[in-house]
């Protein structure tokens, strides 16, 4: 079990051409970011939220995680961007190695792209923040 490197979900590709997914900043999608354990198994092949190997509830930290807050849609020469606003949980105590963010409004939760940390991060009693 690992989560692989940084991986943009091989489904999200395909859904993105079917119209499943909305990042419009007002009116689009709701999408959330969830923290997972190193034994979890996350990578390109993930298609939808799971609850397997997610990190412990704790302080503001909770099952499914949190709404991320979409700052708008750009275009970066020829890449197209979606940026969302830094999300942290107060109170914490736990150890993450990666994260899954996923829409939360489109049926079944699936999967945008898994976020590898390069190793365990942890907070204790503490603030845990996502760039």
């Known amino acids: 079990m690992a989560i692989t490197t940084n991986a943009i979900c091989n489904s999200f590709k395909k859904e993105l051409l079917e119209g499943t997914h909305n990042f419009k900043s007002s009116g689009g999608n709701s999408f959330k970011l969830s923290l997972y354990t190193s034994s979890a198994?996350?990578?390109?092949?993930?298609t939808s939220f799971t609850t397997d190997n997610q990190v412990s509830a704790s302080g503001q930290y909770a099952s499914g995680g949190s709404a991320l807050t979409n700052g708008g849609t750009s275009?970066?020469?020829?890449?197209?961007?979606?940026?969302?606003a830094d999300l942290s949980f107060t109170g914490v105590t736990l150890t993450a190695r990666g994260a899954l963010i996923y829409n939360d409004t489109a049926s079944g939760d699936p999967a945008v792209c898994v976020l590898n940390f390069g190793a365990d991060k942890t907070a204790t009693s503490g603030t845990f923040t996502i760039s």
């Open 41 to 46: 198994t996350l990578g390109k092949s993930t």
């Open 75 to 84: 275009l970066s020469s020829d890449t197209a961007l979606v940026d969302f």
